[in-house]
């Protein structure tokens, strides 16, 4: 008997360790993201001991509006840097909106499949929020 209680507590043990993983990994942001309008795709990775995206995919009028902008390439730049972890699925540091040319404070918070990316100017007075979907 005692040593079926050990079994079945032990298998009890690696199922909840294994959906301990599971959530935690859904709230890490790496992978794949795209803006609501489908128009810009960021993987976001380790870069040093920070996290950054970089952008993977534009739209050709995502392109024109950062050209526009001053942003000669948007395939290839960063628009989130220095991103550390700042509690549970929640991530801050900075945030470049190329179609205006600006970098300001950010964060990012993941829930599962999704993530509200906020910025802010005007010491933090002025913000705003989208959410964006993660791709892979």
Known sequence: MNKL???AA?????VASFAGTADA????????WRNPRN????RIQPC????????????ARAQQKAREAGTRNLIGAQLFRQLQPQGTGTWGGRVFVP???????????????SAIVSGCIV??????????????
């Open 5 to 7: 209680f050990s079994a």
């Open 10 to 14: 032990a298998a009890l043990f690696a």
């Open 25 to 32: 990994q859904t709230q890490q942001p790496t992978g794949v």
């Open 39 to 42: 128009t810009v795709h960021v």
């Open 48 to 59: 040093g001991r920070a996290m950054c995206g970089t952008v993977v995919w534009a739209s």
């Open 99 to 113: 179609d205006r040319a600006r970098t300001v404070a950010g964060t990012l918070r993941v829930t599962g499949r």
């Open 123 to 136: 010491a933090g007075l002025v913000c705003r929020s989208q959410t964006w979907t993660r791709v892979s």
